[in-house]
């Protein structure tokens, strides 16, 4: 459905002259700008001729950049800001277009973004830092999309478009392995359950890596602390490390199915479900020093810092 990604660009091929001829054998210049395909007034149309401010990137350049966070697609569009935003009960995201956005997590309150799944309503922002997931294509659409995409789209839109099943008999099965024992898999499978009518397709991530901010436990990193030597603040670790944890790791897994079936010319009918699950714990933060009622300022790793 799109053939590449989209970005602010004019293009014309410059007339030859006259005069120049070709080489024997050289390629003719072809360049020009490709047909991108989107869905944004909900039917296919060119984007070039669609009267919005938008932009579409390919699941194809999603992937050849390396970008696995919806958050990393910011970088391919004006005005927007798209951030993770740590929170208690999920990976959430703050989206801002325009200036218009939000980064309360209350789920009562309706993000000034709209976040769309398949043209699906994602209504809140707790746990909306979705993994790039075997996506076709991502559109950003900017400006307020009250007539499109619904009241709550205030500042605009962020649409993913899932892959849709295609009887190929294919697949494939990617893994990654970093720092901080980084482990990455994802893959999908697509098959024919009845040839011409009915196609399945499964597609599943996982993602593991340790936090990079380690915790370590007060009383066993400062043992000649008065208050730990009385017993106020109590020893909770007696490793060799004093390491009671870490902030900042990964623990994500998602899984998609979608099912396509065309009973008849004309008609086509599509069913996804997806479920995900992130247990990535605290958001990593670092203590720089404390300020006391005077204003002094006292760096950490100090005395008396860090309890």
């Known amino acids: 459905?799109?053939?590449?990604?989209?970005?602010?660009?004019?293009?014309?091929?410059?007339?030859?002259?006259?005069?120049?001829?070709?080489?024997?054998?050289?390629?003719?210049?072809?360049?020009?700008?490709?047909?991108?395909?989107?869905?944004?007034?909900?039917?296919?149309?060119?984007?070039?001729?669609?009267?919005?401010?938008?932009?579409?990137?390919?699941?194809?350049?999603?992937?050849?950049?390396?970008?696995?966070?919806?958050?990393?697609?910011?970088?391919?569009?004006?005005?927007?800001?798209?951030?993770?935003?740590?929170?208690?009960?999920?990976?959430?995201?703050?989206?801002?277009?325009?200036?218009?956005?939000?980064?309360?997590?209350?789920?009562?309150v309706d993000p000034g973004v709209g976040i769309y799944i398949d043209d699906v309503y994602f209504a809140t922002l707790m746990a909306s830092d979705f993994a790039l997931l075997d996506l076709d294509r991502v559109e950003i659409l900017r400006g307020p999309q009250g007539t499109l995409s619904g009241m709550d789209s205030l500042g605009g839109s962020v649409k993913l478009y899932t892959q849709k099943a295609n009887g190929d008999n294919d697949g494939y099965l990617e893994a990654t392995y970093g720092s901080l024992n980084q482990l990455d898999v994802h893959g999908m499978g697509d098959v024919t359950l009845v040839p011409d009518t009915l196609f399945f397709r499964v597609s599943a991530v996982a993602r593991r890596q340790d936090g990079y901010v380690k915790l370590f436990d007060y009383a066993c990193t400062h043992p000649?602390?008065?208050?730990?030597?009385?017993?106020?603040?109590?020893?909770?670790?007696?490793?060799?490390?004093?390491?009671?944890?870490?902030?900042?790791?990964?623990?994500?897994?998602?899984?998609?199915?979608?099912?396509?079936?065309?009973?008849?010319?004309?008609?086509?009918?599509?069913?996804?479900?997806d479920v995900a699950s992130a247990d990535d714990g605290s958001t990593a933060n670092t203590l720089l020093g404390t300020v006391s009622a005077t204003g002094a300022t006292t760096p950490a790793g100090s005395s008396g810092v860090g309890r």
């Open 224 to 273: 000649d602390d008065p208050d730990v030597i009385s017993g106020a603040i109590p020893r909770g670790n007696s490793s060799p490390t004093c390491q009671t944890g870490s902030e900042g790791g990964v623990n994500y897994e998602g899984l998609r199915g979608s099912l396509r079936w065309l009973p008849v010319s004309g008609l086509e009918v599509n069913w996804t479900t």
């Open 1 to 108: 459905m799109l053939s590449a990604a989209c970005a602010a660009a004019l293009a014309q091929n410059a007339p030859a002259s006259s005069g120049a001829q070709q080489n024997a054998g050289a390629p003719a210049n072809t360049d020009s700008l490709e047909t991108v395909t989107v869905t944004a007034q909900f039917r296919k149309e060119n984007l070039q001729t669609t009267p919005l401010a938008i932009t579409a990137i390919s699941g194809e350049m999603l992937q050849a950049r390396g970008q696995t966070d919806l958050y990393q697609v910011a970088a391919e569009a004006p005005n927007v800001i798209l951030e993770p935003n740590g929170a208690g009960e999920g990976d959430s995201m703050r989206a801002q277009i325009r200036g218009v956005g939000q980064t309360d997590l209350d789920p009562a």
